[in-house]
């Protein structure tokens, strides 16, 4: 899998979007881009995920540049319960032992300030 | 719907003794995944399971680990004997279809003393 790279931390004010950046520049043709987040003792959840087209679910908005080198997860309206490490991975596509497992790196740790 | 469910939330033991983690995964759901987090290294794949059947091992570290899963609705991650460097949050995670999204349960933290 393609090698991630996010900032450690980010602020972000309460009401306000949030726009966490992810390299991955050595990404490959059939590879995913995921987001998760892990609030402070629980389980890692998922927020989102897409290949090459901008995606948008009821948490958030991805967007994925056109060489497909780096994303960014935006959070429209980020709340205080938003305050989470986020990480993002790349992942193979398809059907096959190497592409189930998810490989976390170090995150970017959103504080949602008020 | 419920999501996935672990216990215990905590457990505390002594070195040596033997120590089961419990995992419900969603309803539906065919793959279960169980990781291991530390600071160290981060989150790790144990072990995987497809229909009730374990796929891939590699990612257990010893043969003190072994995990089962009897049914669809339940799997166990157990070490026996425990050693203190196995302290860490367990986590297991279930996913419709192998390259779905894998939703996690909320661990299970474990102390050997």
């Known amino acids: 899998d393609a090698k991630t790279t996010q900032p450690t931390s980010m602020d972000c004010a309460e009401g306000r979007a949030a726009n966490l950046p992810c390299n991955h520049s050595?990404?490959?043709?059939?590879?995913?881009v995921y987001w998760y987040r892990q609030i402070h003792s629980q389980g890692p959840q998922y927020i989102i995920h897409?290949?090459?087209n901008n995606e948008t679910n009821e948490m958030a908005s991805l967007i994925i540049t056109e060489d497909r080198k780096s994303s960014t997860l935006i959070l429209p309206h980020a709340t205080l319960r938003d305050t989470a490490v986020y990480y993002c991975?790349?992942?193979?596509?398809?059907?096959?032992?190497?592409?189930?497992?998810?490989?976390f790196g170090k995150g970017t740790k959103l504080s949602v300030i008020p | 719907d419920a999501g996935v469910i672990q216990s215990p939330r905590h457990e505390v033991t002594e070195m040596g003794q033997e120590v089961t983690l419990r995992c419900k995964p969603i309803?539906?759901?065919?793959?279960l995944f169980w990781y291991r987090q530390t600071m160290m290294r981060g989150l790790e794949l144990l072990i995987y399971?497809?229909?009730?059947?374990?796929?891939?091992d590699s990612g257990m570290p010893e043969d003190r680990f072994s995990a089962k899963m009897p049914n669809a609705s339940f799997s166990t991650l157990k070490i026996q004997p425990s050693e203190p460097r196995d302290s860490a949050v367990y986590f297991c995670?279930?996913?419709?279809?192998?390259?779905?999204?894998?939703?996690f349960g909320d661990g299970t933290r474990l102390s050997i003393l």
């Open positions: 309803s539906g759901h065919d793959y």
């Open positions: 050595t990404i490959s043709g059939n590879e995913y």
């Open positions: 897409g290949l090459k």
């Open positions: 995670a279930s996913s419709l279809g192998g390259d779905q999204p894998q939703h």
């Open positions: 991975i790349v992942r193979v596509a398809g059907i096959g032992a190497g592409s189930y497992q998810l490989t």
């Open positions: 399971f497809n229909n009730n059947v374990p796929i891939d």
